[in-house]
Nanobody, 120 residues
């Protein structure tokens, strides 16, 4: 069983920064892919940033140049550094981790979500 625990959300003024972290605990060790998604009220959940096993990254156009995803393999943690935050970044942020369980089997887990509010 795997659990993902997120931290780092909160209230920040426009132009400010926050750093989100997501720590994985449990029996799975081989991480295939780590991502951050967000969901604003009344909107669909959307991909914010992705980091795969090879180190390749992908960002939503709206956050390119402002957000950076990183990982600590030893701690099984994925981080999202968010700079130059805008009110439209306000949302619940979720981490999403895919584990390679076996050569042809992967399992995916969601974190519980952490609220990020950008407001003056």
């Amino acid at each position: 069983q795997v659990q993902l625990v997120e931290s780092g959300g909160g209230l920040v003024q426009p132009g400010g920064s926050l750093r989100l972290s997501c720590a994985a605990s449990g029996s799975a060790d081989n991480i295939y892919e780590m991502s951050w998604y967000r969901q604003a009220p009344g909107k669909q959940r959307e991909l914010v940033a992705l980091l795969n096993y090879s180190g390749s990254t992908k960002y939503a156009d709206s956050v390119k140049g402002r957000f950076a995803i990183s990982r600590d393999n030893a701690k099984k943690t994925v981080n999202l550094q968010m700079n130059s935050l805008k009110p439209e970044d306000t949302a619940v942020y979720y981490c999403y981790v895919v584990f390679q369980i076996a050569p042809l089997k992967r399992e995916a887990y969601w974190g519980q979500g952490t609220q990020v509010t950008v407001s003056s």
